[in-house]
Structure formats: structure tokens, C-alpha cells
């Protein structure tokens, strides 16, 4: 193969970036998750949340009548589809049960990753797409300790084939408060919301310790500063007057907020639990104020972005300088 022609597949394959923010509204109508596997397709879109990167681990709410010994003898498996397009497979990740956290009567049943199928980029595409992403891993190997398996990095972008909304998070300890972005998040089919939080992260202490947090979803145009806001992951407090914006209390815990926020949650822990390499918050959302009309900034793997533009489609896309 020629240096011209690796560098041509490159351009059309491998400079796809891994996610891609876009402009949506919560809850997303894109794409629609099921379920298969235990009878009859399952709707779990807003019903399955990421608990873990390492190993990938997925929690979903699901009914009584299916417990642990309903999964053991079964292939379940989590299929994205377009909405409307039920035959239209974009891709699916195979699960085997790993566990169940119960909060009083609801059973949230953990899944790890066991295979998964990707079937938004043809064959030669997806090839060098592997190979330049492996390379960048192993190349950022050596600048974080953090490594996720590269079977379950696969997985995970065909998890972001559904579009996950990012919030910014804040939360108060004592003389500790910080604010940061957050995507592992989501609803379920229960009175509680899930959020996943890697547990090196200082902010994993005062979430346990406060129990109260603050929701705020993110305007598309703000995408930059959310980004900018991750380097707060390393810490356990910020200096507030040196954010890029003002701030207002929070409905319920007071907790200060943008001002630009297109929604404010405040909610409580009921529940935390380290899951893998995450630590998984089980809360329930105590106040909601819709306070702006607006795109939110989403994530969603550069693949299915890539997918969607051959169709004609293109998504709404924030200005990053």
C-alpha cells in the first residue's frame, strides 16, 4: 500500500473524530435502543445508561419478572435503529449479566459488554478508522493511565449511535464545590436517574458526602466552554469568580448554576456504588426548571455523524474556535 493512498484513506476514513458534539433536544428522537433477547423487543432508549467504562458496563431498570435467571440462559443484546426504521440496524453490543443493585423496589441489573456488531461505515472505511484510533490509544497510553479495552471502546461508540446529552454538574462539600461536564447520565424506567463518574474523580467524595447536585443542560453554543470545563475532573474545588460566566442559585439546593442553563435538575443520591472503574450515583430528581428554549449540546460517535451526513442528514454542530 502507498504512502499516497494510506494518506487518501485517511482523509476519507481515519480523520473521523471518535465523538462528535451536535444540537439536539432531550429527549432525542433520532434513534430508538431495544432490547433483544428475553421475548418480544424491549424499548430501553431511555431506559439504559452507561455505569462503567472499564470494564463497559450498562445499567438498565427492568421489570420484576426478569431477573438474574432470565438473562443467564439468553443472548441479550442492545439494537439502535432510526426512529420509524425498525429494520434498519446501525449496530448492536451483545451483554452478559454481571449484577443487580436494588434501591428499595427498584432492580437496576448491570450488563457487561460481550461482542459487538458496527455497520454504519463499509468495510475498508472502518478498517483504517480502527487502525488510526488504535494508534492515537496507544500513543495517549503513555500520557494517561486510563485505557479502556479496545473491544469495549468499539462498543461504546456503537452505544453513542443514540445521542447522549452533556450537563454540567455542580456540587458543594463543606469548603469544596465544583462544577464539571458529565454525559454518563440518563433516566430510567424507575423514579431515579443515573450518573457514572470514573472513581479517581475528587468530585466522586463530595457527591457521596453532599448527596445534593445540580443538573444543567448545556446550550449548543456553550460546547467550548463544557469542554473547557473537563480540566475540573482533576479537581476538588474551582475559583468560581474564574468562570467564563455567571452563575445563578439552582431551584432547590441553591447550588449555583450558568445562567445560560436550558434546564436545571437539582437532585439527591440515593445510592452509590462502585461499578468497575465508576462510580454509580443513583439519584432521584427532587425539582426541574425548563428556564431556556434551546439546542442542548449531545455527543455522538463520529461514525454514525459520518453516517448520517452520506444520508443527507447533518445534524447541527456547534462553532469551536
Known sequence: MTR??????LLAAGRVPRFVPIGDRDPQQRIRVTLGGLGP????????????????????????????????RREVRLEFSPQGEPDTMLGDVGLC?????TVDHTAFQLFRRKDQTDVRMRWGAATVFAFSHAWSEWKRRHRSTFRMEPLDLKAFQVLYVCPRPVVLVTVRHGPASNLFPMDLIGPTDSPYFLMALRNTSPAVRLMTASRRIALADVPLEDTAIAYQLGE???KERIDWSALPFETEPSPAHGLPVPSAALRVRDVEVREARVVGS????????????????????????GPYYRYLVRHGVRPPRPVLR
Open 4 to 9: 499516497a493512498l494510506i494518506r487518501r484513506l
Open 41 to 72: 423487543p424491549i424499548d430501553v432508549t431511555r431506559n439504559h445508561v452507561v455505569a462503567s467504562l472499564r470494564p463497559l458496563t450498562v445499567a438498565l431498570a427492568l421489570p420484576a419478572t426478569l431477573g438474574p435467571d432470565s438473562f443467564g
Open 97 to 101: 449479566h454481571e449484577g443487580t443493585v
Open 232 to 234: 475540573h475532573h482533576q
Open 278 to 301: 465508576h462510580t454509580l450515583f443513583i439519584t432521584e430528581v427532587i425539582r426541574e426548571e425548563r428556564r431556556k428554549d434551546g439546542l442542548q449540546m449531545f455527543h455522538v460517535s
